[in-house]
T-cell receptor
C-alpha cells in the first residue's frame, strides 16, 4: 500500500542535543510537509518542499531545518532542542496533480520528548 | 481573529444521534476545504474534501457557504467508532498551505 512512513515513532533527546526525524513516502507526491503538533492544539506548519523548492513559514524558528535529498525522503533537523520543542512531529505529502490535488496525507508521526 | 475557528466541544452524543460541526474561516480567497479526523495520539486522517456544491459520503455530509465563509460537517447515525477530534482545514496563502482549526472533540456514548 502507498503510504507515508516516519521514523522513529518515538524519540527521546537531551536538551540541546541535535536530533533528526525522517519521513519517506511511496505515494510519489511532489510536495512534502512538516508539522508540529502540541497537545490539544492544531498541527502547525513548519515548512514544506514543493519539489526541490524549500518554503519556510515566517514564524518557524531557525532551530528547525529540513532536507529533501530526493522525492521520497524528507528530514527534519532540530539543531538544539529545547523543552518547548517536545511535541508530535507530523510529515505529510500532497500532489498538485490528479483528481484530488492538495489533499494531504499524513504519516503516523514522531513523538519527541526532550529531557 | 483565528484563520480557522471551530467550537472545541466536547460533543457527547448517544449512538445513533445526528451531530453537526461548524467552522468559520477568515480568508475569503481560500479555495480548498477539508475535514480531517484525528484519534487520540494518532495522525490526522482525511475524512472528506469539501466541494462548493456540498458533498456526501455515506453518513457524512459536508457543506460550504462561501458568502458566510462557513463550513459544516453532519454525521448521521453516529457510531462509537466516530469518537475522535474533527479538524476543519482550509488553505491559506497558496493552495498547498493548509491551516488547521483546533478541532472539535466528539464522544459517541453507548
Amino acid at each position: 500500500d502507498a503510504m507515508v512512513i516516519q521514523n522513529p515513532r518515538y524519540q527521546v533527546t537531551q536538551f540541546g542535543k541535535p536530533v533528526t526525524l525522517s519521513c519517506s513516502q511511496t505515494l510519489n507526491h511532489n510536495v512534502m510537509y512538516w508539522y508540529q503538533q502540541k497537545s490539544s492544539q492544531a498541527p502547525k506548519l513548519l515548512f514544506h518542499y514543493y519539489d526541490k523548492d524549500f518554503n519556510n513559514e515566517a514564524d518557524t524558528p531557525d532551530n528547525f531545518q529540513s532536507r529533501r535529498p530526493n522525492t521520497s525522503f524528507c528530514f527534519l533537523d532540530i539543531r538544539s532542542p529545547g523543552l518547548g520543542d517536545a511535541a508530535m512531529y507530523l510529515c505529510a505529502t500532497s500532489s498538485d496533480t490528479g483528481i484530488r490535488p492538495y489533499e494531504q496525507y499524513f504519516g503516523p508521526g514522531t513523538r519527541l520528548t526532550v529531557t | 481573529r483565528k484563520e480557522v475557528e471551530q467550537d472545541p466541544g466536547p460533543f457527547n452524543v448517544p449512538e445513533g444521534a445526528t451531530v453537526a460541526f461548524n467552522c468559520t474561516y477568515s480568508n475569503s480567497a481560500s479555495q480548498s476545504f477539508f475535514w480531517y479526523r484525528q484519534d487520540c495520539r494518532k495522525e490526522p486522517k482525511l475524512l472528506m474534501s469539501v466541494y462548493s456544491s456540498g458533498n456526501e459520503d455515506g453518513r457524512f455530509t459536508a457543506q460550504l457557504n462561501r458568502a458566510s465563509q462557513y463550513i459544516s460537517l453532519l454525521i448521521r447515525d453516529s457510531k462509537l467508532s466516530d469518537s475522535a477530534t474533527y479538524l476543519c482545514v482550509v488553505n491559506s496563502g497558496s493552495a498547498r498551505q493548509l491551516t488547521f482549526g483546533s478541532g472539535t472533540q466528539l464522544t459517541v456514548l453507548p
